[in-house]
């Protein structure tokens, strides 16, 4: 935002050098600034960059203050009484006026963050609690090959950790994801037991050698652990996810 540029949106007076649209850089002209001194229809009229469009819209509602200035500057009567009482132009209302600040929010909504702040200045601070672990069952005791129940994230709870078990001799689990679309691809899972060990499906965990994993499942998506293939029993994958 531009603070420090003016501009005159008055009429004409070529005797005191003003046009419409005329913008000072960097401070108002000493002349200018000795005429603002004894005219409050000046004052109103030339104001700051980032006052421009609404200042403007008020020199064409009748009887508005802005329109009254506009009128007593046509007729040249650039000397009027100060009714304002200003004996400086930069403690004039108009450079102090806030500048409504918007920005774009997360969710893609137009806000205006000062709304945030209380009236004794203090910042509203929404404080939001760890949520309680949400319990997971993907696989209970399947004995044949199928998707299983899938998992989507609630309340922030994104990292699932999860465990697999069983009575079978035999079974390949695959880890899967899916976003909006709903197709579901292999995701990658890490071993928690050994670091090094990661992947996209497995071939161990029983009931004798329990295999734990655990992912990341971003909001609005949705894993699964899929029964590729099972012998000799059931497979059970169950855990936990968190925040």
Do not use: C
Not at 12 to 40: C, D, W
Not at 115 to 144: F, I, K, S, W, Y
């Amino acid at each position: 935002m531009i603070r420090n540029q003016s501009i005159y949106i008055g009429p004409t007076i070529p005797e005191h050098g003003l046009s419409f649209g005329q913008v000072f850089f960097n401070g108002i002209p000493r002349r200018v600034f000795e005429l603002m001194q004894t005219s409050a229809a000046l004052q109103r009229l030339i104001v700051p960059i980032h006052l421009l469009s609404i200042t403007n819209q008020r020199t064409r509602v009748q009887g508005s203050p802005e329109q009254r200035a506009y009128s007593l500057l046509a007729s040249s009567r650039t000397t009027n009484q100060n009714d304002e009482g200003v004996t400086h132009i930069m403690s004039s209302s108009y450079y102090e006026t806030p500048v409504p600040g918007r920005q774009y929010n997360s969710a893609g909504q137009i806000v205006n963050p000062a709304d945030g702040v209380d009236p004794d200045g203090a910042q509203r601070v929404r404080v939001l609690g760890t949520a309680a672990a949400q319990t997971v069952t993907l696989q209970n005791n399947a004995t044949a090959a199928g998707n299983g129940t899938p998992f989507a994230p609630e309340n922030s709870n994104h990292t699932l950790t999860f465990e697999i078990t069983g009575t079978s001799t035999s079974r390949t689990v695959v880890f899967e994801i899916a976003g909006p679309s709903g197709v579901y691809t292999p995701h990658t899972a890490f071993n928690v037991t050994d670091p090094t060990k990661f992947g996209t499906q497995t071939t161990g965990g029983s009931n004798t050698a329990p295999e734990s994993w655990q992912v990341e499942v971003p909001a609005g998506y949705s894993f699964r652990a899929r029964i590729g293939a099972v012998v000799g029993g059931n497979v059970a994958v169950k855990g936990k996810a968190v925040g």
